[in-house]
């Protein structure tokens, strides 16, 4: 954390809590009686709600997008190049929210909760949730705080999925989409991807079959090799390549199975972080989440039909160098649009980072959804942006 919170950042944040005692009706057929779903908010909402924009997450992230928790915290949230004063989300004119999703593991109801019917950790018996999960229980969280219509809903990746099916499912009540690397379906080399990573946490001898927790144990040799194998994935070969090359940490190879390259203690790294701040059945259920998401599927695999329902406009981001949900899966998605007769905007962005491009700060990135987003602005709060530039004069 710098001496002093920088100019362009919302500042110290603090996480809350909404409690839901309507049941939820699952995707997987299963019933949640309560649950809660925590949250941070950043910016003002307006006096006729119609400035909130929704931050939907990726598979590892959470509600803490932007902003600090504390003073003595080493990162900002995991989005804060993007929220923030003047920044391409700004909360100058917009009212964020950004929640940890149902199944995660970082204050929503999820696995690592108490059961209310056993009084014990849910563990491996919480329930499959999907996207249309998410979606839902994130309309009952606007419900609450008052917001009929967002102005936006934006995601990267997963995140991007969930704010497709906004569109789909609540097509009245949003005003836009942003979907940035994201895809309208896992490729059958994603769906491969995730269940390697899901058997490399299940074939761990600490899972216990998903009750590690009730057997005072943690599977961090499974969930950080599956983190491994995930990270490659979010990497670009460039990238890679730039960073370790073959550097070593020996001036000869030591002819064992020990650190070597460079690379290798990175991502051994990432895997033993990863495991001290995630869920493993969180993670098996987010990737079969991934796996699940297939919209078309109810229009016999015509996408623009499932689009038509879709009354927002989209903003489509994709980059260059991500082989993991590349450029083509986001033109998918434009096209079908284009052909559903959908107002769309697209960026493919040169990018060395690969997927985890979304993440970062790359210039004409974040300036196409600034662009976007005020254009936005000024169609759902024509008063405020005028009376800005007044102000600005």
């Not at 940890?100 to 204050?107: E, K, P, T």
């Not at 590349?326 to 284009?338: D, G, K, T």
Request: hydrophobic share 40%; net charge negative.
């Amino acid at each position: 954390m710098p001496d002093a919170i920088p100019v362009d950042s919302v500042g110290l944040v603090t996480p809350q809590i909404a409690h839901f005692d309507k049941p939820l009706m699952l995707t997987c057929g299963q019933t949640l009686a309560s649950y809660q779903l925590i949250y941070e908010t950043y910016g003002t909402l307006n006096q006729d709600a119609s400035n909130a924009i929704l931050i939907c997450h990726a598979l590892s992230g959470d509600h803490h997008a932007a902003g600090y928790h504390d003073m003595a915290d080493k990162k900002p949230g995991w989005w804060d190049s993007a929220i923030g004063p003047d920044k391409a989300i700004d909360t100058n004119r917009y009212f964020v929210i950004a929640l940890n999703n149902l199944g995660g593991c970082c204050g929503s109801t999820g696995p690592t909760s108490i059961n209310p019917e056993t009084k014990q950790v849910w563990g491996a018996d919480f329930p499959i949730v999907t996207v249309e999960d998410w979606v839902e229980s994130q309309a009952r969280l606007a419900d609450l705080l008052g917001i009929q219509t967002f102005a936006a809903i934006v995601g990267g990746s997963l995140g991007g999925m969930q704010a497709l099916e906004w569109s789909i499912r609540f097509p009245e009540r949003l005003k836009s989409a942003v979907i940035v690397a994201s895809a309208p379906k896992l490729s059958t080399q994603n769906i491969a991807f995730n269940e390697v990573a899901r058997q490399s946490i299940r074939r761990d001898p600490d899972f216990f079959d998903g009750r590690y927790l009730d057997n005072e144990s943690v599977p961090t040799n499974g969930l950080g090799l599956a983190r491994m194998l995930g990270h490659i994935t979010y990497l670009s070969d460039d990238a890679m390549g730039a960073k370790f090359g073959r550097q070593m940490r020996h001036e000869e190879y030591q002819y064992n199975y020990g650190i070597e390259f460079e690379v290798e203690s990175y991502l051994r790294y990432q895997g033993e972080a990863f495991t001290k701040r995630f869920d493993a059945n969180t993670y098996m259920l987010m990737t079969k989440a991934l796996d699940y998401f297939d919209p078309a599927a109810q229009t016999n695999g015509d996408l623009a039909a499932i689009l038509s329902r879709a009354q927002c406009e989209f903003l489509l981001v994709s980059f260059t160098t991500d082989w993991r949900f590349s450029p083509e899966r986001s033109e998918e998605i434009v096209n079908a649009l284009i052909k559903a007769g959908k107002a769309v905007s697209y960026a493919k962005i040169e990018a060395t980072e690969g997927h985890d491009a979304f993440l970062f700060p790359i210039p004409r990135y974040m300036q196409a959804m600034n662009s976007f987003l005020t254009r936005i602005a000024d169609q759902v709060m024509p008063s405020a942006s005028q009376g800005e530039s007044e102000h600005a004069r």
